[in-house]
């Protein structure tokens, strides 16, 4: 019988990090990118767009991210489009992370007084303008604490992605659980692995509200 050493371990879990570590990056940038999309249609788009995209919001809020990711893998191969593991979890990932963020940051868009608004039009400045340069430096203030917050939701999300087969930091405690016949011992090793890449952003978020807090 092979006897795996705690290095062995450690190693072969923090290989699979890097998997997390990039499917976290990519569902977060992707998310904040299609996020930022959906918060301008739904300032800027009419009653049905409106309408169309509060929809998308609360149906990837209101359902487990696994039946996400489960319609995003197995769905797509009933219309006849076979998709790999990582491809199914970015796309379901990235999609409930625009979901979150866009709301997130519709919220605090409506935390800025009217009246900033008002004077930006005031100004005779358009949409986009009002957005840039009045609205959206104000919304940021506020919107940082609940992003950074949010990313830490993102990576441990991605622990879910070891259902449909994406080999990522849980897929591979698993793997190696079952080589090693130590669940204690790897398991623990996993959650120490997540906590490492956790902590600092739960730290930076609690550290930007206390700094917004002292700003007002």
Known sequence: ???????????????????????????????????????????????????????????????????????????????GIEVPAWLAAGLALTLYSAAFLSEIWRGCVAAIHRGQWEAARALALGFGQQLRHVILPQAWQVALPPTVGFAVQVVKGTALTSVIGFVELTKAGSMVSNATFQPFLVYACVAGVYFLLCFPLSVAARALEKRRHAVH
């Open 1 to 79: 019988m092979v006897e795996f050493t705690l290095w062995d371990i450690l190693r072969n879990l923090l290989l699979a990090a890097r998997w997390t570590v990039l499917l976290s990056l990519v569902a977060f940038v992707g998310g904040g990118l299609l996020g930022g999309l959906l918060l301008v249609l739904r300032l800027r788009g009419g009653p049905l767009t409106q309408w169309a995209l509060n929809l998308f919001v609360e149906i990837f809020q209101g359902t487990p991210l696994l039946m996400q990711l489960f319609l995003a893998y197995f769905g797509l191969a009933l219309l």
